[in-house]
């Protein structure tokens, strides 16, 4: 779709120009030689193609309210001549940059997220990037389109309409699952601020609580731009205690760098220190893992959930070495990859696909230590299962959604989740020695600005529905 002109069309012939090869001929004021010109259409094609090919020159260039008029057109056995008449219009360069609606988010910011700068030349392509870049940092509720403007100073100016979130959030997760044994109740808390003093950073607490037997503490911190690029920077802390089996304490670092709003690259930093209770597990020592981090990530994906994302197709690696350093005790090395591949699709008006795969291994020589391997299960993974209820060296996990949109802000969803892992102790041999698992279920939420609700009901298949799991979520944002 093509903006801020005007294409006024007078066909004089009915002549198929498709098959011919078609000489241009220029005239008016068009301030771009006819060889630029001619360079940017295509003998072959259309009249009406290469004439939008023309067009979007001109905006590209600067000249959005550039016009053409086919004046004639005249055909003779295999060739063709087409008479255009081009006015550039004037040439526009941005002087203001205007964010109607955003009240709380500093101008300073939303400049730099949406990579526009005054004095400028005016690019369709780089305005319609900002809005991208504006809507998919997740602070807005819509993705915001924009007008070119003309003041009474004769100048130019982009405004873009923006409607904020709030940008405070407090979320309370429930877990409830029983079984033969015992019944576990979970629960945890958060707070996100995602626009601290209208600057973009962003501060996160979480507290989480199994009944006596785990507690974790995580804060996290993210400087969102350096010297005014898209170079962000994350801080991270946390403490994840077990009773009668360990203590775990871990600091991380990192950067990521977006190229565009869909893809970048990330890299950081941890350490890892593992106190075991010494009583529980005589033998053991305190232990440090080291880990260097470097990924990259692709999406397509531009909301939150299906029905505010443009859907598409997703994509997020990440490869770091790791070294584990057991007191009076020789080092290991290894690996640690992550790959998770991910579509979106529209099934109709009101149905989505999700579709998720996670695969994640630690590579090593000889076995690994219980604190170096992949610990998974709980709401954000293994759905069916406890909160880091499984310990491996490598998990497969497959995700499906499937979820019926009824109106704006309700959502209704099937799932289903199969996981392959290695449930001994030694490192994995052979893919085909994992054991397989799945659950599946159903849920629903509800999301408005306020705040959101959703409920979700997990089996896993094994067990049986005796050992169900069920997530309540509630948030409110201010």
């Known amino acids: ?30 301030y771009f030689t006819d060889r630029i010109l001619t360079n940017v259409t295509d003998i072959t094609g259309s009249v ?71 004095g400028e030349k005016f690019s369709e392509n780089k305005a319609g990037e900002a809005s991208e870049w504006l809507y998919r940092s997740g602070l807005f509720r819509n993705k915001p389109g924009f007008d070119l403007f003309r003041n009474p100073g004769n100048k130019f100016g982009l405004k873009y309409k923006v409607k904020e979130k709030k940008y405070n959030e407090l979320i309370f997760l429930g ?3 029983s079984g033969d044994d015992e019944i576990v109740l979970s629960f945890m808390s958060v707070f ?45 802390f946390i403490q994840d205690f077990r009773n009668d089996q360990y203590l775990k304490r871990s600091f991380y670092i990192g950067q990521k760098y977006e190229f565009d709003p869909k893809s970048g690259i990330r890299y ?131 995700s499906w959604d499937l979820f019926f949109v009824p109106e704006q802000g309700v959502a209704f969803r099937l799932f289903a989740d199969i996981c392959a892992y290695n449930p001994a102790a030694e490192s994995i041999k052979k893919i085909d020695g994992l054991s397989v698992l799945y659950s599946y279920g159903a849920g629903m939420i509800y999301v408005a600005d306020s705040g959101e609700i959703s409920l979700t009901v997990a089996i896993p298949n094994r067990e049986g529905f005796g050992e169900s799991v069920i997530h309540a979520k509630y948030s409110f944002r201010f």
């Open 268 to 398: 950081g930093i941890s350490r890892e220190f593992f106190y075991p209770d010494t009583l529980a597990l005589s033998g053991q020592r305190e232990a440090v893992t080291t880990k260097y981090h470097a990924g990259t990530e692709y999406s397509l994906k531009s909301g939150e959930y299906p029905a505010e994302s443009d859907g598409g197709f997703s994509f997020l690696a990440d490869i770091a070495s790791v070294s584990i350093s057991i007191e009076d005790s020789s080092d290991m090395k290894g690996l640690e990859i992550k790959l998770n591949p991910g579509y979106i699709s529209e099934l109709s008006k009101r149905i989505f696909l999700r579709s998720d795969i996670n695969y994640e291994q630690v590579v090593f020589n000889g076995n690994i230590p219980d604190f170096g391997k992949l610990s998974f299960g709980g709401a954000d993974s293994f759905r069916g299962y406890r909160e880091d209820m499984f310990v491996s060296d490598i998990k497969f996990l497959n």
């Open 48 to 118: 009406e193609s290469n004439v939008d090919r023309i067009l979007d020159l001109y905006v590209e260039k600067g000249f959005p309210f550039a016009t053409v008029r086919i004046d004639s057109i005249f055909s003779e056995n295999e060739d063709a001549a087409v008479y255009l008449t081009i006015n550039s219009g004037d040439y526009v360069r941005i002087d203001e940059i205007l964010f109607e609606g955003a009240d709380r988010t500093s101008k300073k910011s939303l400049l730099t997220l949406s990579g526009l700068k005054k």
């Open 192 to 236: 996100n601020s995602d626009n601290l003093f209208g600057t973009m950073r962003k501060l996160g607490f979480l507290w989480e609580r199994t009944k006596n037997y785990s507690e974790k503490f995580d804060l996290k911190y993210t400087e969102p731009f350096i010297a005014g690029i898209h170079l962000s920077t994350k801080g991270e």
């Open 175 to 177: 877990g409830y699952s």
């Open 1 to 30: 779709m093509k903006f801020f002109h005007n294409t006024i069309f007078i066909i004089l012939s009915l002549f198929n120009l498709c098959r011919t090869e078609t000489v241009y001929h220029f005239s008016g004021e068009k």
